[in-house]
């Protein structure tokens, strides 16, 4: 696989784990319900999707379903199928919304580690019911048939090879060109100094790598061993002496891409041709005759614009009165209990609000993987969702985006050093990538607390933009306590 198709892969996992997290953040950041369950509505949205959409009367499949809503509406009208499995999507958010109501009602009334031991066992029993009951959804054999929206259309191209390369190469340098702008207002504030430690630690570390991977047990190892515990000790001298670590990690992060998927390939015999493949990542030259847009890289453009939707949604539920009631319940629920607030049903509207968007992120895992079984949806997808907002930032949206790239790409990323050691090691190395997650997670609360990017700022409107009334009410507000200032 090119680096170019691994990278799709992995961004398109970012982003369906970065609609898991975006539910979680609203229970748990934004609210304070800690719900070690959520991988249950991530389960029931990718079921009930997968059987609203799937044909009747699939061969091997005896459970619940076949509804076929994409072939219904597909015979209707132009781009049916698509509206049809959008239905599906929307069925299996209101699905597991109606799932956490029915939890919640009953749960909602305990606190901290009570409720996350009954969401925790809530899940494990769903997982148990699809899983041996056979008649509900095929149980322990899973469902196969998945319908792959639009898939029929790719790949998808503009005619000629130039013509594809040139429209869709472009749109990729430009993405990589706002990428790069957006790391640059991140990197700013860095001072020179801690800025040339992290550029030593990223060179010590790929040399640490490469010697490991390219040398012998005699010289490889201890000229590697030797990198990496330079690369360990610059980069510890870095963050002590830095007032921006935030924009020194983004550094090195930057850094470190650069020479994984631009440099390595050329210098490991790729050449140009490697280079222009990993720059233009949005055009497929094997797509077709003539290139184009595959329906990989299509799935990751259909993820990417769910997920923003659904951030465009948070953002504005937490931002809005609604949103300043729920932070409020998280604080202290006391206090808008005094103001007369129903906690208790801002609270299950929350659970139900965070397990619809887990329904749609488990309906586009399904896609992406064409088939589902209970065992793939373990508790442990909740504790890396939670691993995932706690490094980004609890109660930041942006955060949870953050931390999840930041969890996957360490998890799926390291799996390329499978192949430069021995096949034996390939344990070690697996539990060794949840270590440098470990490890990670406890660097990033030592120097950041509240996660990389800490709580979110919030849109407050002031009496004077709310109308002609607001001035002097805020003037008068002012008088009361004591400033005549315009301060």
Not at 280 to 292: E, Q, R
Not at 293 to 312: G, I, P
């Amino acid at each position: 696989m090119a680096l170019a198709d691994f990278v799709v892969t992995l961004l398109t996992f970012v982003t369906v784990y970065s609609l898991f997290g975006l539910g979680l953040n609203v229970k748990y950041g934004f609210t304070g319900l800690v719900d070690f369950g959520h991988v249950a509505y991530f389960m029931i949205g990718a079921y009930v999707t997968v059987i609203l959409s799937m044909p009747p009367d699939v061969a091997g499949y005896a459970g619940v379903g076949g509804f076929g809503l994409p072939a219904a509406l597909g015979g209707l009208f132009p781009g049916g199928g698509f509206v049809g499995w959008l239905l599906a999507v929307a069925g299996g958010m209101v699905a597991a919304a109606v799932v956490s109501l029915l939890v919640g009602v009953p749960a909602i009334r305990l606190r901290e580690d009570y409720l996350a031991i009954t969401a925790l066992g809530v899940a494990t029993i769903i997982n148990r019911v699809f899983e041996n009951e056979e008649w509900l959804f095929n149980g322990p054999f899973g469902v196969s048939s998945v319908y792959k929206p639009l898939a029929g259309v790719f790949p998808l191209g503009l005619g000629s090879f130039t013509l594809n390369m040139v429209v869709l190469g472009g749109l990729s340098v430009l993405v990589f060109l706002y990428a790069g702008y957006r790391a640059a207002l991140v990197v700013r504030p860095a001072e020179p100094g801690p800025a040339a430690g992290v550029t030593a630690t990223v060179l010590l570390l790929a040399a640490g790598v490469a010697a490991l991977a390219a040398g012998t047990a005699v010289a490889g190892v201890p000229v590697g061993a030797l990198a990496l515990v330079g690369a360990a000790s610059v980069g510890y001298w870095t963050m002590a002496r830095t007032a921006a670590p935030g924009a020194v990690v983004t550094l090195g992060v930057v850094e470190l891409f650069v020479l994984w998927y631009f440099v390595q390939p050329f210098l490991a015999g790729g050449g140009v041709v490697e280079l222009q493949t990993n720059v233009m990542w949005l055009f497929d030259p094997t797509a077709g005759p003539n290139g184009g847009l595959d329906y990989d890289r299509f799935l990751f453009v259909l993820s990417a614009a769910m997920l923003a939707v659904a951030y465009w949604w948070v953002e504005r539920t937490v931002n809005s009165p609604y949103g300043r009631i729920l932070r409020a319940v998280r604080d202290d629920e006391d206090v808008p209990k005094a103001l007369g607030k129903r906690t208790n049903r801002f609270k299950v509207q929350s659970l139900m609000f965070g397990s619809g968007l887990a329904g749609a992120a488990g309906a586009l895992w399904a896609v992406q993987l064409g088939f589902i079984s209970p065992e793939q949806f373990a508790s442990t997808l909740t504790f890396f969702a939670f691993t995932a907002v706690i490094i980004g930032g609890t109660a930041n949206n942006k955060g949870v985006v953050l931390g999840t790239a930041v969890f996957w790409s360490i998890n799926s990323g390291t799996r390329f050093l499978n192949d430069y050691f021995p096949s034996e090691y390939s344990v070690q190395l697996a539990a060794s990538r949840l270590i440098l997650i470990g490890v990670l997670l406890i660097v990033i609360l030592y120097y950041r607390p509240m996660g990389i990017l800490g709580e979110q700022d919030y849109e407050v409107r002031l009496p004077e933009d709310e109308g002609t009334d607001g001035p002097r009410a805020l003037d008068a507000l002012r008088d009361a306590v004591g400033g005549g200032g315009d301060d």
